[in-house]
């Protein structure tokens, strides 16, 4: 029941016997609580804060029973969750409207997305709650897996407007069938000669490399594309939002100026790049050195493996990229910034150009993913490090001025595909995400 208590990178430095009664003391009044939450059976949808000011106890309190004490993947569990996510995507309340005023045109929108990682994802929102304008942004928490936790560490964000969304077509909603795995799916490695013969489901359609594919590593393109669609072209306070959208993950982690340097670099752009369409705020540096490269741009071609994290677009961009769905939906690759760096070179009026921080304000603390197998997974040891960066090097942030260097490098190519995304029920799909997509898809 412990599993990703967010508070738990944080106890480290406790002595093991403090550690051990606060977890007790934690366990104990999760029990109770959830022992009054089927007591009280409180009503789903009542404001937040009325009568407790226990998230835990009010929007998601139902469902975080349910899903913590039973067999989630029981039909009915699953059916009654599939409901929730759709009343909740309905809904589209948001969280501290009242205290922080309206979205504006210029504002900031965060959207930040989310799988399974709480304890990095309780990093992000602290180092989040540091920085300086953050009260003036919209964080859009978009998820593929409901999970009571991290709901919980999301509701109790009270330092600006706050939203979560469901991505529908989850595996956790679709365990036994398409999105998720499906029994007559052909194995990944199958032959096509056999799977013809055997005739399962997909069999005419294995990726370039023979291979046919893995539920779980589509869900995270599947996310991205829905999410990006349903923020510019569905949901209510973001669809006319022609100010800066921020792209996060779970385990990023920002620096005290980060909307400070966004604001700066657009600025920057008006004189020094106005043809420059996206602008980064991170790179993946293996040593930091902000005396000398905090207050410095460059401007670069846009390549996805280096520039794929804090990226901001607005809705100029998005406009020619849904234009584009069609190259970005049955590209044969499972990740979203390589299919995205396959739109820019082949589909775009112009490729992808990029004003990008050197000295980075968003940092990956998460070692743990998808790629990275058996690393030590508990491990809060980069989120220590980027700390320590940031507290020494605080007097380097916040610039007045800002630099510009343009980097010649070579032109690339585009890219050829690493395979995972040949099934055309995943292209049919992901096209169906497109508000308008029989015209563009
Ligand atoms: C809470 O969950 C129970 C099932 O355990 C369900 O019958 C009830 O309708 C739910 N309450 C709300 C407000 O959805
Ligand atoms: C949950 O239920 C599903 C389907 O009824 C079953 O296949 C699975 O083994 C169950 N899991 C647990 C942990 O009981
Ligand atoms: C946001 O924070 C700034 C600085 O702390 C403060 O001056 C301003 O009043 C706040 N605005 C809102 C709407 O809370
Ligand atoms: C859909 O595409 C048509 C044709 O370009 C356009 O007229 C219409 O406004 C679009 N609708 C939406 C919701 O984007």
Redesign the pocket.
Known sequence: MARGWPHHAMLRRVSSYAVKTIILLFVISFLWLQLRVVNL????FMPLKSQYNDPELTFFA?YS??VNSVNATTPANIK?LLDTIEELNALQDVNNVDKFGPLNDNDVVIVIQVHNRAQYLYALIESMKQAQNINQTLLVFSHDLFDPHINALIQRIDFTKVIQIFYPNSIQLHPNEFPGHDINDCPRNMKKEEALKRNCNNAKHPDLYGHYREAKFTQTKHHWWWKVNHLMDGLHITQNHIGPVLFLEEDHYVAPDFLYILRMIENLKITKCPQCNILCLGTYVKSYNYAAFSRKIEIVKWLSSKYNMGMVINRNLWEQIKKCAKAFCSFDDYNWDWSLQHVSATCLPSPLTAMVAIAPRVFHIGECGVHHRGKDCSSDRVVHKVMKVLSSSSSYLFPETLTVHQSFRKPFKAPKGNGGWGDVRDHALCCSQVKNFSFYC
């Not at 059976?41 to 789903?44: G, V």
């Open positions: 059976k409180p009503d789903l139902n029973a349910i009654l």
